[in-house]
Nanobody, 116 residues
């Protein structure tokens, strides 16, 4: 059973930065594709960024050039989301995801609020 625990959310002013972390454990997590999704109030959950087991990345257009996803497959796999030049529209609950075929696992979510 894969377990995901996010951290790093908070309140930041527009233009600021935050780094989210997700500690992944259980199973052979190194072969999983990892990603970040977000859900704003009243909206559907959307993909933000993903990174494959081989390190290939993918981003939603609205965050390209501002967000960077990375993973550390050392002893304990961690996936990061570095968020720069944050905008009010980035406000959402951010969820970590691990996927392998039809298997999907989710973290509990961490709130990111961008406001002056």
């Amino acid at each position: 059973q894969v377990q995901l625990v996010e951290s790093g959310g908070g309140l930041v002013q527009p233009g600021g930065s935050l780094r989210l972390s997700c500690a992944a454990s259980g199973g052979n997590i190194n072969v999983y594709n990892l990603g970040w999704y977000r859900q704003a109030p009243g909206k559907q959950r959307e993909l933000v960024a993903t990174i494959t087991s081989g390190g290939r990345t993918n981003y939603v257009d609205s965050v390209k050039g501002r967000f960077t996803i990375s993973r550390d497959n050392a002893k304990n796999t961690v996936v990061y989301l570095q968020m720069n030049s944050l905008k009010s529209e980035d406000t959402a609950v951010y969820y970590c995801n691990a996927a392998l075929g039809i298997k999907h696992y989710w973290g509990q979510g961490t709130q990111v609020s961008v406001s002056s």
